[in-house]
């Protein structure tokens, strides 16, 4: 079989930026110092000019091809890039499961005596060891590196702070470990003095995380989302408190913004690469011979580990009672979570096949084609009501370019695109290697944090 050439349309590596919105406006935000509202597309323009119409950005000369940026992004050695310490504490929800929450703590920058250089960083590993083992719950995975659990005192610590929060939903596969994700929130981490509180919800099963009930998540499991938001507002009800979606996190905060309308405690929202049309990027992976051989198989892969890790958790056993209610959205089933069908996910070289066999059924879908239909935040994208900031790129070889919200945009008035010709999947890296979208995001949430009523 001949191998497919690329398309020379997105190639290179000086990139245009479009920005897409409602041509009859959008939505006024009004500003702390000015009697007049801004509406949200100027706002952006006029505050963060790398997001403006038509702006260029330089990415590196040797990853000229989104497919380069994503697998360089997802193979190249970033352990000595964007040292984030990480604070865990296991996050509990009224359905008996739990994730975690990884929170950046800078302090321990100094704690541990980080030193950051041209080659990389170093810390006092012996003490930061000592202190992880002190902490470590008992018969839970190691975490990753420069992750530790919280001790008492510096969770109440972490609890009490009021400042600005921001909440990361990393993608299908990953967790707070990434290194896109690190990026992010090194960046808002460092932004004017420290002003942002961050941290990422860790989905159930993801960055070395236990699962406690028979469920994994997927594009309408939007629970988890909403109950920490809500117990975080909660905490402290004048707090702003912000999200960032990657990827197919980008699916499941649309979902839930979608879903709560003007109800979320979110003031304003970012997304990048998120896969809005499920089915269009199905077809994407699946039909194009780069992104299926280079980046599908990987995934399931990474899929399939996660099943195999949880499966005492998971597993439904001959004699198991099964569940008195066909399987549904609302009501997922766990019967499709056997040893037999984990040796049959050995071999697949597809998400697609994952889906048929596991997360389709589960949700009581035919198959896996009838879910992505389904179940696309590009459904929700008309319901969101707060503030939200769309990058998306035209050569990203994951959600590919159908999958881009253009018309759903320019209907709703909360919403802007920014669509780029170039980018791939979740990287955007510049000639230094760190990512020119987080910064982006970044710099979009200290503005609006700082000018918006």
Not at 401 to 428: F, M, Q, W
Request: some cysteine.
């Amino acid at each position: 079989m001949p191998v497919p050439l690329l398309n020379p349309f997105h190639w290179g590596f000086h990139g245009t930026l479009e920005q897409v919105s409602n041509p009859q406006g959008t939505v006024p935000l009004k500003l702390k110092n000015e009697k007049n509202a801004v509406e949200l597309s100027d706002f952006i323009s006029n505050n963060v000019p790398g997001l403006k119409d038509q702006a260029k950005f330089e990415l590196h000369p040797a990853l000229f091809t989104g497919y380069l940026q994503t697998l360089y992004l997802g193979g190249a050695d970033f352990s000595k890039s964007f040292p984030v310490f990480y604070g865990r504490e296991t996050v509990n929800f009224s359905d008996g499961g739990i994730c975690t929450a990884d929170w950046v703590m800078n302090e321990w920058k100094s704690n541990y005596r980080l030193k950051a250089g041209k080659n990389g960083s170093t810390f006092n590993k012996e003490q930061f060891k000592a202190d992880e083992i002190a902490t470590h719950p008992e018969n839970w995975p190691r975490l990753h590196p420069r992750t530790r659990f919280l001790n008492d005192q510096e969770r109440t610590k972490v609890h009490e702070s009021e400042k600005p929060l921001v909440v990361v939903i990393h993608g299908l596969a990953g967790g707070s470990h990434e290194p896109i994700i690190r990026s992010l929130t090194q960046d808002l981490s460092s932004v004017a003095k420290e002003k942002f509180d961050v941290v990422v919800l860790n989905c159930r099963g993801c960055a070395r995380s236990k699962i406690t009930t028979r469920k994994l998540f997927y594009a309408l499991f939007t629970n988890d989302i909403r109950e920490f938001l809500k117990h975080e507002k909660a905490r402290h009800p004048s707090r702003k408190i912000f999200a960032v979606g990657f990827s197919f996190g980008g699916t499941m905060l649309g979902n839930y913004l979608g879903e709560e309308g003007d109800k979320t405690p979110v003031e304003a929202a970012t997304f990048l690469c998120t896969p809005w049309d499920l089915y269009h990027s199905a077809l994407k992976m699946n039909g194009d011979w780069w992104s299926r051989t280079l980046f599908s198989k990987s995934i399931a892969q990474f899929l399939t580990r996660l099943v195999k890790v949880n499966i005492q958790e998971l597993e439904f056993k001959d004699g198991d009672e099964r569940p008195s209610e066909p399987p549904s959205k609302r009501n997922p089933s766990f019967c499709v979570f056997t040893k037999e069908n984990l040796k049959k996910a050995h071999n697949f070289a597809s998400t697609m096949e994952f889906d048929n066999l596991f997360t389709a059924p589960c949700l009581g879908f035919d198959n896996a084609l009838d879910y992505y239909k389904a179940c696309g935040s590009i459904h929700e994208l008309p319901n969101v009501k707060v503030p939200s900031l769309i990058i998306n790129s035209k050569d990203d070889p994951v959600v590919g370019e159908d999958s881009i919200p253009y018309a759903c945009v320019r209907e709703n008035k909360n919403l802007a695109l920014c669509v780029t010709d170039l980018g791939g999947h979740l990287a955007y890296l510049d000639k230094n290697y760190n990512s020119w979208a987080t910064a982006q995001i970044s710099e979009f949430f200290n503005k609006f944090e700082e000018l918006v009523q």
